[in-house]
Protein backbone atom coordinates (compact mmCIF):
# COMPACT_ATOMS: atom_id res chain seq x y z
CA UNK A 1 0.00 0.00 0.00
CA UNK A 2 1.29 2.93 -1.01
CA UNK A 3 1.63 5.83 1.96
CA UNK A 4 2.36 9.14 2.02
CA UNK A 5 2.69 11.74 5.05
CA UNK A 6 2.31 15.44 4.43
CA UNK A 7 1.95 18.50 5.99
CA UNK A 8 -0.06 21.34 4.15
CA UNK A 9 0.63 24.89 5.75
CA UNK A 10 -2.16 27.82 4.87
CA UNK A 11 -1.22 31.46 4.80
CA UNK A 12 -4.98 32.68 3.74
CA UNK A 13 -7.07 33.65 7.03
CA UNK A 14 -9.49 31.04 8.28
CA UNK A 15 -12.47 32.49 9.44
CA UNK A 16 -14.15 30.92 12.34
CA UNK A 17 -17.12 30.19 13.71
CA UNK A 18 -16.50 32.36 16.63
CA UNK A 19 -15.94 35.65 14.92
CA UNK A 20 -12.36 34.59 15.67
CA UNK A 21 -9.95 34.15 13.00
CA UNK A 22 -6.77 31.92 12.28
CA UNK A 23 -4.59 33.92 10.40
CA UNK A 24 -2.29 30.71 8.74
CA UNK A 25 -2.17 26.91 9.92
CA UNK A 26 -1.15 23.81 9.06
CA UNK A 27 -2.58 20.48 8.76
CA UNK A 28 -1.01 17.41 8.32
CA UNK A 29 -2.23 14.53 6.37
CA UNK A 30 -1.62 11.39 5.40
CA UNK A 31 -2.65 9.52 1.75
CA UNK A 32 -3.00 6.07 0.63
CA UNK A 33 -3.14 4.49 -3.01
CA UNK A 34 -2.90 6.64 -5.59
CA UNK A 35 -5.23 9.47 -6.60
CA UNK A 36 -6.53 8.46 -10.39
CA UNK A 37 -6.50 10.73 -13.72
CA UNK A 38 -9.91 12.46 -13.39
CA UNK A 39 -10.08 12.04 -9.52
CA UNK A 40 -12.70 10.52 -9.26
CA UNK A 41 -11.95 7.78 -6.58
CA UNK A 42 -11.38 9.99 -3.26
CA UNK A 43 -12.74 8.77 -0.35
CA UNK A 44 -12.06 11.21 2.59
CA UNK A 45 -11.56 9.64 6.55
CA UNK A 46 -12.35 12.07 9.59
CA UNK A 47 -11.12 10.58 13.13
CA UNK A 48 -12.30 10.37 16.35
CA UNK A 49 -11.67 12.38 19.60
CA UNK A 50 -8.26 10.93 20.49
CA UNK A 51 -7.87 9.64 16.92
CA UNK A 52 -4.92 10.94 14.15
CA UNK A 53 -4.05 11.03 10.75
CA UNK A 54 -2.18 7.68 10.58
CA UNK A 55 -5.45 5.32 9.84
CA UNK A 56 -3.86 2.49 8.00
CA UNK A 57 -0.89 0.81 7.43
CA UNK A 58 2.46 0.55 9.58
CA UNK A 59 5.05 2.64 10.26
CA UNK A 60 8.78 0.90 10.07
CA UNK A 61 9.38 1.58 13.84
CA UNK A 62 5.28 0.92 15.21
CA UNK A 63 4.37 -1.69 17.10
CA UNK A 64 0.09 -1.29 15.73
CA UNK A 65 -0.92 -0.03 12.61
CA UNK A 66 -3.21 3.02 11.98
CA UNK A 67 -6.46 3.06 14.05
CA UNK A 68 -8.76 1.84 11.19
CA UNK A 69 -6.45 -0.79 9.56
CA UNK A 70 -8.94 -3.16 9.76
CA UNK A 71 -11.16 -0.97 7.52
CA UNK A 72 -8.63 0.32 4.83
CA UNK A 73 -5.95 -0.77 2.82
CA UNK A 74 -5.27 -3.47 -0.20
CA UNK A 75 -7.73 -5.41 -1.22
CA UNK A 76 -10.09 -4.64 2.33
CA UNK A 77 -13.13 -2.74 2.07
CA UNK A 78 -12.31 0.29 1.60
CA UNK A 79 -9.45 -1.15 -0.89
CA UNK A 80 -6.44 1.28 -1.28
CA UNK A 81 -5.57 -0.37 -4.95
CA UNK A 82 -9.34 1.52 -6.03
CA UNK A 83 -9.56 4.20 -3.99
CA UNK A 84 -7.30 7.21 -2.94
CA UNK A 85 -7.66 7.71 0.81
CA UNK A 86 -7.09 10.82 2.58
CA UNK A 87 -6.60 11.36 6.80
CA UNK A 88 -5.98 14.87 7.96
CA UNK A 89 -5.41 15.33 11.25
CA UNK A 90 -8.34 17.46 13.02
CA UNK A 91 -7.67 21.00 13.67
CA UNK A 92 -7.26 21.67 17.24
CA UNK A 93 -5.67 17.89 17.74
CA UNK A 94 -2.42 17.16 19.26
CA UNK A 95 -0.47 15.24 16.04
CA UNK A 96 0.72 17.75 14.21
CA UNK A 97 -1.91 20.07 13.13
CA UNK A 98 -2.39 24.08 14.73
CA UNK A 99 -3.78 23.54 18.05
CA UNK A 100 -3.23 25.21 21.27
CA UNK A 101 0.30 24.84 21.74
CA UNK A 102 1.30 26.01 17.74
CA UNK A 103 2.83 29.64 17.69
CA UNK A 104 0.51 32.47 17.57
CA UNK A 105 1.98 34.49 14.79
CA UNK A 106 0.67 37.94 15.94
CA UNK A 107 2.25 37.49 18.97
CA UNK A 108 5.25 35.10 18.48
CA UNK A 109 4.35 32.67 21.64
CA UNK A 110 2.25 29.81 22.21
CA UNK A 111 -1.74 30.33 21.68
CA UNK A 112 -2.13 28.30 25.19
CA UNK A 113 -5.88 29.53 26.28
CA UNK A 114 -5.71 31.82 24.11
CA UNK A 115 -6.53 29.75 21.07
CA UNK A 116 -9.82 29.99 19.41
CA UNK A 117 -12.70 27.80 20.29
CA UNK A 118 -13.24 25.65 16.55
CA UNK A 119 -16.73 24.09 15.97
CA UNK A 120 -16.67 20.73 13.36
CA UNK A 121 -17.57 23.02 10.64
CA UNK A 122 -14.61 25.24 11.33
CA UNK A 123 -12.95 21.85 11.08
CA UNK A 124 -14.74 21.00 8.13
CA UNK A 125 -14.01 24.18 6.60
CA UNK A 126 -9.96 24.22 6.99
CA UNK A 127 -10.22 20.53 5.37
CA UNK A 128 -11.94 21.65 2.72
CA UNK A 129 -9.33 23.86 1.74
CA UNK A 130 -7.18 21.19 2.24
CA UNK A 131 -8.78 19.47 -0.66
CA UNK A 132 -8.64 22.50 -3.23
CA UNK A 133 -5.18 22.83 -2.57
CA UNK A 134 -4.79 18.99 -3.86
CA UNK A 135 -7.05 20.09 -7.11
CA UNK A 136 -9.63 18.10 -5.49
CA UNK A 137 -13.35 19.23 -5.64
CA UNK A 138 -15.23 15.33 -5.08
CA UNK A 139 -15.15 12.80 -3.42
CA UNK A 140 -16.37 9.14 -3.96
CA UNK A 141 -17.44 9.12 -0.13
CA UNK A 142 -17.08 10.49 3.44
CA UNK A 143 -16.81 8.17 6.17
CA UNK A 144 -16.25 8.64 9.84
CA UNK A 145 -17.34 7.68 13.14
CA UNK A 146 -17.39 9.20 16.65
CA UNK A 147 -16.57 12.38 16.52
CA UNK A 148 -15.62 11.86 12.46
CA UNK A 149 -19.08 11.30 12.31
CA UNK A 150 -20.19 14.54 13.24
CA UNK A 151 -17.77 15.84 10.51
CA UNK A 152 -19.53 13.38 8.19
CA UNK A 153 -22.87 15.37 9.17
CA UNK A 154 -20.95 18.56 8.27
CA UNK A 155 -19.93 17.31 5.38
CA UNK A 156 -22.94 15.95 4.10
CA UNK A 157 -25.31 19.86 5.09
CA UNK A 158 -22.37 22.32 4.46
CA UNK A 159 -20.82 21.01 1.13
CA UNK A 160 -23.71 19.16 -0.04
CA UNK A 161 -22.33 18.78 -3.40
CA UNK A 162 -18.80 17.45 -2.28
CA UNK A 163 -19.37 13.65 -2.14
CA UNK A 164 -21.65 10.71 -3.27
CA UNK A 165 -22.02 9.07 -0.42
CA UNK A 166 -21.68 10.21 3.28
CA UNK A 167 -21.13 7.08 5.96
CA UNK A 168 -21.63 8.17 9.51
CA UNK A 169 -21.09 5.55 12.14
CA UNK A 170 -21.34 5.86 15.81
CA UNK A 171 -22.25 9.02 16.17
CA UNK A 172 -24.95 11.79 16.26
CA UNK A 173 -27.00 15.08 15.14
CA UNK A 174 -26.07 16.96 18.42
CA UNK A 175 -23.91 16.22 21.47
CA UNK A 176 -26.88 15.32 24.28
CA UNK A 177 -26.48 16.21 27.93
CA UNK A 178 -25.18 12.60 28.75
CA UNK A 179 -22.29 13.18 26.75
CA UNK A 180 -21.69 16.52 28.18
CA UNK A 181 -21.31 15.38 31.26
CA UNK A 182 -19.05 12.47 30.36
CA UNK A 183 -16.70 15.09 28.82
CA UNK A 184 -17.58 17.34 32.01
CA UNK A 185 -15.28 14.71 33.87
CA UNK A 186 -12.83 15.52 32.03
CA UNK A 187 -12.69 19.20 31.47
CA UNK A 188 -12.50 19.36 35.53
CA UNK A 189 -9.52 16.93 35.82
CA UNK A 190 -7.52 18.46 33.64
CA UNK A 191 -8.36 22.44 35.13
CA UNK A 192 -8.24 21.39 38.67
CA UNK A 193 -5.17 19.71 38.23
CA UNK A 194 -2.32 21.24 39.98
CA UNK A 195 0.11 19.84 37.17
CA UNK A 196 -1.71 21.51 34.64
CA UNK A 197 -0.51 25.06 36.08
CA UNK A 198 -3.94 26.92 33.80
CA UNK A 199 -2.55 25.97 30.80
CA UNK A 200 1.06 27.09 31.38
CA UNK A 201 2.60 23.52 32.29
CA UNK A 202 5.67 22.70 30.34
CA UNK A 203 5.37 20.10 27.81
CA UNK A 204 8.90 18.44 29.04
CA UNK A 205 7.42 17.72 32.30
CA UNK A 206 4.48 16.12 30.88
CA UNK A 207 5.79 13.91 29.13
CA UNK A 208 7.91 12.85 32.10
CA UNK A 209 5.09 12.55 34.51
CA UNK A 210 1.55 12.57 32.93
CA UNK A 211 -1.19 14.86 33.76
CA UNK A 212 -3.37 12.69 36.14
CA UNK A 213 -6.29 14.74 35.81
CA UNK A 214 -5.95 14.11 31.90
CA UNK A 215 -5.71 10.33 32.43
CA UNK A 216 -8.61 10.49 35.05
CA UNK A 217 -10.47 12.00 32.36
CA UNK A 218 -9.88 9.47 30.12
CA UNK A 219 -11.02 6.67 32.57
CA UNK A 220 -14.19 8.46 32.35
CA UNK A 221 -14.08 8.03 28.96
CA UNK A 222 -12.83 4.46 28.39
CA UNK A 223 -16.08 3.39 30.60
CA UNK A 224 -18.30 5.52 28.12
CA UNK A 225 -16.54 3.88 25.25
CA UNK A 226 -16.73 0.41 26.62
CA UNK A 227 -20.38 -1.21 26.97
CA UNK A 228 -21.32 -2.98 30.81
CA UNK A 229 -22.04 -6.34 28.83
CA UNK A 230 -17.63 -5.93 27.57
CA UNK A 231 -16.83 -5.29 30.98
CA UNK A 232 -18.45 -8.61 32.60
CA UNK A 233 -17.14 -10.67 29.98
CA UNK A 234 -13.76 -9.35 29.60
CA UNK A 235 -13.22 -8.89 32.97
CA UNK A 236 -15.65 -10.27 35.32
CA UNK A 237 -14.78 -9.99 39.61
CA UNK A 238 -11.06 -11.51 38.70
CA UNK A 239 -8.98 -9.81 41.37
CA UNK A 240 -5.34 -8.55 40.34
CA UNK A 241 -3.22 -11.99 40.51
CA UNK A 242 -0.20 -9.35 42.37
CA UNK A 243 -2.73 -7.31 44.82
CA UNK A 244 -4.17 -8.77 48.01
CA UNK A 245 -7.80 -8.75 48.24
CA UNK A 246 -7.68 -6.51 51.98
CA UNK A 247 -5.59 -4.21 50.58
CA UNK A 248 -6.90 -0.82 50.71
CA UNK A 249 -5.70 0.27 46.75
CA UNK A 250 -5.98 -3.96 45.91
CA UNK A 251 -7.75 -3.61 42.30
CA UNK A 252 -9.58 -5.94 40.26
CA UNK A 253 -8.46 -7.07 37.17
CA UNK A 254 -11.25 -3.59 35.36
CA UNK A 255 -9.65 -1.07 37.42
CA UNK A 256 -5.95 -2.38 36.70
CA UNK A 257 -6.94 -2.18 33.01
CA UNK A 258 -8.26 1.47 33.32
CA UNK A 259 -5.16 2.96 35.35
CA UNK A 260 -3.00 1.16 32.69
CA UNK A 261 -5.05 2.88 29.72
CA UNK A 262 -5.85 5.85 31.36
CA UNK A 263 -2.15 6.83 32.52
CA UNK A 264 -0.43 6.13 29.07
CA UNK A 265 -2.84 8.26 27.44
CA UNK A 266 -1.32 11.62 28.72
CA UNK A 267 2.39 10.41 27.10
CA UNK A 268 0.86 10.91 23.85
CA UNK A 269 -2.23 12.97 24.31
CA UNK A 270 -1.79 16.96 24.92
CA UNK A 271 -4.16 17.92 27.67
CA UNK A 272 -4.87 21.66 26.38
CA UNK A 273 -6.01 19.79 22.98
CA UNK A 274 -8.07 17.31 25.01
CA UNK A 275 -10.12 20.61 26.55
CA UNK A 276 -10.53 22.32 22.84
CA UNK A 277 -11.85 18.45 21.49
CA UNK A 278 -14.55 18.58 24.15
CA UNK A 279 -15.41 21.64 24.01
CA UNK A 280 -16.01 21.15 19.96
CA UNK A 281 -17.86 17.86 20.56
CA UNK A 282 -19.98 19.54 23.52
CA UNK A 283 -21.36 22.31 21.08
CA UNK A 284 -21.31 20.53 17.77
CA UNK A 285 -25.54 20.54 16.80
CA UNK A 286 -26.48 20.30 12.96
CA UNK A 287 -28.81 23.37 13.14
CA UNK A 288 -26.62 25.52 14.68
CA UNK A 289 -26.92 27.78 11.07
CA UNK A 290 -30.70 26.94 10.80
CA UNK A 291 -33.96 27.35 12.55
CA UNK A 292 -34.26 23.67 12.68
CA UNK A 293 -32.77 20.17 12.53
CA UNK A 294 -35.27 19.33 9.53
CA UNK A 295 -34.31 22.31 8.08
CA UNK A 296 -30.79 21.39 8.27
CA UNK A 297 -31.14 17.99 6.76
CA UNK A 298 -32.73 19.16 3.66
CA UNK A 299 -29.74 20.97 2.55
CA UNK A 300 -28.07 16.81 1.64
CA UNK A 301 -27.84 16.00 -1.26
CA UNK A 302 -25.63 13.09 -1.22
CA UNK A 303 -26.92 9.73 0.10
CA UNK A 304 -26.38 9.35 3.86
CA UNK A 305 -25.97 6.16 5.38
CA UNK A 306 -25.63 5.45 9.45
CA UNK A 307 -24.84 3.08 10.90
CA UNK A 308 -25.50 2.49 14.67
CA UNK A 309 -24.42 -0.17 17.34
CA UNK A 310 -26.42 -1.58 19.89
CA UNK A 311 -24.36 -1.38 22.76
CA UNK A 312 -23.04 2.24 22.19
CA UNK A 313 -23.19 3.87 25.52
CA UNK A 314 -21.71 7.10 24.74
CA UNK A 315 -24.42 8.23 21.15
CA UNK A 316 -26.87 5.55 21.43
CA UNK A 317 -28.65 4.30 18.31
CA UNK A 318 -32.03 6.36 19.02
CA UNK A 319 -29.68 8.78 18.37
CA UNK A 320 -29.43 8.20 14.76
CA UNK A 321 -32.59 6.52 14.19
CA UNK A 322 -33.75 10.08 14.65
CA UNK A 323 -31.92 11.15 11.95
CA UNK A 324 -33.13 8.70 9.75
CA UNK A 325 -36.78 9.45 10.90
CA UNK A 326 -36.13 12.98 10.26
CA UNK A 327 -34.75 12.77 6.70
CA UNK A 328 -38.04 10.71 5.94
CA UNK A 329 -40.19 12.94 7.57
CA UNK A 330 -39.08 15.86 5.15
CA UNK A 331 -38.94 13.00 1.85
CA UNK A 332 -35.44 12.45 1.67
CA UNK A 333 -36.13 8.53 2.16
CA UNK A 334 -34.37 7.27 -1.04
CA UNK A 335 -30.92 9.34 0.32
CA UNK A 336 -31.04 7.46 3.93
CA UNK A 337 -29.46 4.09 4.55
CA UNK A 338 -29.86 2.76 8.65
CA UNK A 339 -28.21 0.03 9.52
CA UNK A 340 -27.91 -1.23 13.40
CA UNK A 341 -25.10 -3.50 14.18
CA UNK A 342 -25.78 -5.85 17.01
CA UNK A 343 -22.11 -5.64 18.76
CA UNK A 344 -20.18 -6.44 21.83
CA UNK A 345 -17.52 -3.39 22.18
CA UNK A 346 -19.89 -0.51 23.18
CA UNK A 347 -19.05 2.65 21.44
CA UNK A 348 -15.88 1.32 19.86
CA UNK A 349 -17.46 -1.36 17.87
CA UNK A 350 -17.07 0.77 14.69
CA UNK A 351 -13.12 0.57 15.45
CA UNK A 352 -12.92 -2.98 16.10
CA UNK A 353 -15.62 -5.01 14.68
CA UNK A 354 -15.61 -3.77 11.67
CA UNK A 355 -16.09 -7.55 9.94
CA UNK A 356 -19.88 -6.57 10.81
CA UNK A 357 -20.15 -3.73 8.55
CA UNK A 358 -17.80 -4.21 6.07
CA UNK A 359 -19.48 -6.02 3.55
CA UNK A 360 -22.64 -3.46 3.88
CA UNK A 361 -20.27 -0.18 2.69
CA UNK A 362 -18.36 -2.18 -0.42
CA UNK A 363 -21.76 -2.86 -1.02
CA UNK A 364 -23.12 0.57 -1.10
CA UNK A 365 -19.52 1.91 -2.80
CA UNK A 366 -19.83 -0.80 -5.43
CA UNK A 367 -23.78 0.21 -5.90
CA UNK A 368 -25.02 -3.31 -5.39
Not at 6 to 27: D, H, M, N, Q, V
Not at 52 to 73: C, L, M, Q, S, T
Not at 246 to 268: D, W
Not at 319 to 334: S, T, V, Y
Request: net charge negative; charged share 25%; proline share 3%.
Amino acid sequence: MKIETKTAKFTEPLYLESGRILEEYELIYETYGTLNEDKSNVIIICHALAGNHHVAGRYADEAKPGWWDKFIGDGKAIDTTKYFVICSNNLGSTFGSTNALSIDPSTGQEYRLKFPILTISDIVKAQMKLYKSLGITNAKAVIGGSMGGMQALCYSIEFPDFAEHIFALATTAYTRPWAIAINKLAIESIRHDPAFKDGQYTKDDLQASGLPGLAIGRMAGLIAYLSPSLFNKKFGRDYARTDGLYELFGRFEVERYLEYNAYSFPKIFDPLSYLYICKTMNIFDISRHTDNKEEALEKINSKLHLISFSDDMLFFPEEMEEIRDMMIKIGKEDQITYKMIESESGHDSFLVEVEKFDDYVVDILENK
